[in-house]
């Protein structure tokens, strides 16, 4: 007997456009998949279910290279579908993704691991890149939101039982046999054009932390200044009092991958570009 939760996704999925439909159950389907924590070039990503998430940095884009080749949950990739890469969410699950420069915005099927480069927070297809204004430049400051219930009613079309669409905490560090995935090469455009300055569409920062001690992030904050200046941002979450760690602003994508660099290599591997 069907359950109540999956005579609500059928109802939704009856109720769909063509374009909905496309991102929920495509032609060519792969299977759900969560996946293991993994590693790759000495930085851990440990994907999980995250219903909340929300994040502004850098996306860039791929295509012709990959085009026809599999993705991490066993679909094709096509240049032309609008579909993306993501270091950690379910596949599939389906995001907006809204160009912070030009205010245009694009809903994508995630069914790929990536960009494993730099600060980039997602990596999109050639058509959904040309779609938000993104394919010429080949990256940009962008705003990445999930939607649960479309992503929810993608997980149930490839097979995820219900019980696997609970929401998940961080798994432990000590991993064995972590998943492998293959570092992409060449991906988007070259990388010299991902140097152009941005006036609009927020301000870029390299996060190096956040804590619940402001005592802490201000001795971060000190021990970051030689890299570039640091600063102290206090934020809620959650209903908690946070202090970000923000190294910044700066003017450029490169300038941000310099600086991002450096705080890694100094020990803060999950550091990142953020925008706002």
């Known amino acids: 007997m069907k359950t109540v939760f999956s005579l609500l996704i059928l109802g939704f999925l009856a109720a769909c456009g063509s374009t909905n439909q496309d991102l929920i159950n495509p032609a060519d389907k792969g299977m759900f998949k969560i996946g293991k924590p993994y590693q790759i070039n000495g930085k851990w990503y440990r994907p999980s279910v995250d219903w909340d998430y929300d994040e502004t940095g850098i996306a860039s884009w791929y295509g012709a290279p990959f085009h026809g080749r599999p993705t991490a949950n066993g679909e094709v990739f ?35 691991r990536g960009p494993f480069v730099g ?4 990596d999109l297809s050639y058509a959904a890149a040309k779609s938000i204004g993104m394919d010429r430049t080949g990256t940009g400051k962008v705003r990445v939101q999930i939607l649960p219930e479309e992503s ?19 798994p432990a560090r000590s991993i064995e046999n972590p998943e492998v995935y293959e570092t992409p090469v060449a991906r988007g455009v070259a990388p010299e054009r991902s140097g152009r300055a941005y006036s609009d569409g927020g301000v870029m920062f390299v996060q190096a932390g956040a804590f619940s001690s402001k005592d802490n992030a201000y001795q971060l904050a000190n021990s970051l200044n030689s890299i570039y200046t640091a600063n102290v941002a206090p934020t809620v979450s959650g209903g908690k009092q946070l202090y970000r760690v923000r190294l910044g602003p700066v003017n450029t994508v490169n300038e941000a991958d310099d600086v991002l660099a450096k705080v890694v290599s100094s020990g803060h591997d999950s550091a990142k570009i953020v925008v706002e």
């Open 152 to 170: 929810k009613q993608a997980a149930l079309a490839a097979g995820a039982r219900e019980e696997q669409l609970v929401a998940s905490g961080a």
């Open 119 to 122: 600060g980039r927070i997602i």
């Open 78 to 112: 096509d240049k032309e579908q609008l579909t993306a890469a993501h270091t950690t969410l379910p596949l599939p699950s389906v995001v907006r993704v809204t160009n912070l420069d030009t205010d245009k915005e694009v809903v994508v099927r995630i069914n790929d």
